[in-house]
């Protein structure tokens, strides 16, 4: 089973930056594929992006293109989203998740997930 705490989240004014922090326990950290979802009051989970196994690739869903980065460190069983030039469009409760080997887009092919960080962007 593996565990994981969201961290990191908070008010900002649009155009400002926050770092959420996912760190996991109770699997080898090096073997799970991360990735980041959130949601928005009344709108589905949604993809913001993943991260491989060892960290040298990402994807990103592409309203967050060039905005957003995804990073890992394994030594330290944690996962990173570096939000910068942030919009009111980006308030959601973001989530951490994991699966095995490889990333994947889809949230239902993730086994393990947060319990989710508040990210509100006022304007």
């Known amino acids: 089973q593996v565990q994981l705490v969201e961290s990191g989240g908070g008010l900002v004014q649009a155009g400002g930056s926050l770092r959420l922090s996912c760190a996991a326990s109770?699997?080898?950290?090096?073997?799970?594929?991360m990735g980041w979802f959130r949601q928005a009051p009344g709108k589905e989970r949604e993809f913001v992006g993943y991260?491989?196994?060892?960290?040298?690739?990402?994807s990103y869903v592409d309203s967050v293109k060039g905005r957003f980065t995804i990073s890992r460190d394994n030594a330290k069983n944690t996962v990173y989203l570096q939000m910068s030039s942030l919009k009111p469009e980006d308030t959601a409760v973001y989530y951490c998740?994991?699966?095995?080997?490889?990333?994947?887009?889809?949230?239902?092919?993730?086994?393990?997930w947060g319990q989710g960080t508040q990210v509100t962007v006022s304007s």
């Open positions: 998740a994991a699966r095995i080997n490889f990333p994947r887009i889809l949230a239902r092919e993730y086994n393990f």
């Open positions: 109770g699997h080898i950290f090096g073997s799970l594929a």
């Open positions: 991260i491989n196994l060892n960290g040298d690739t990402t």
